[in-house]
């Protein structure tokens, strides 16, 4: 009888949810600054909140479809450091070993 190996998907789990969590406060931070910060601040943070809320969509997915998880991720972690003016780049390192993890780890 032969073997089926399951594969856990916690590590890439883990990795999406904390990249999203703390994109979600660092853009929320950005969204507080508008009155300090330039202009396009609230919108900058917007974007983040909104790329961190696909991360933690992507990591629902990440037990059924890995792929599209992974792909998930991966456009999450564009769309963060665009939108977090550098302030998100650890949330984008994050997601991005989220994704590259969950797109190659067979």
């Known amino acids: 009888m032969k073997r089926i190996r399951i594969l ?10 904390i990249g999203s969590v703390i994109g979600i406060f660092s853009g929320s931070f950005l969204i507080f600054l508008k009155s300090v910060g330039p202009a396009h601040a609230p919108f900058l943070g917007l974007v ?3 790329a961190s809320a696909l991360g933690l969509v992507s990591t629902y997915y990440v037990q059924k479809k890995p792929d599209i998880a992974g792909i998930g991720f991966v456009i999450a972690t564009m769309f963060v450091i665009v939108g977090s003016d ?6 984008a390192i994050f997601l991005l070993v989220a994704g590259v993890s969950a797109l190659f780890r067979k």
């Open 48 to 50: 983040a909140i909104l």
């Open 86 to 91: 550098y302030i998100n780049v650890i949330s």
């Open 8 to 17: 856990s998907r916690n590590f890439e789990m883990i990795m999406g949810i």
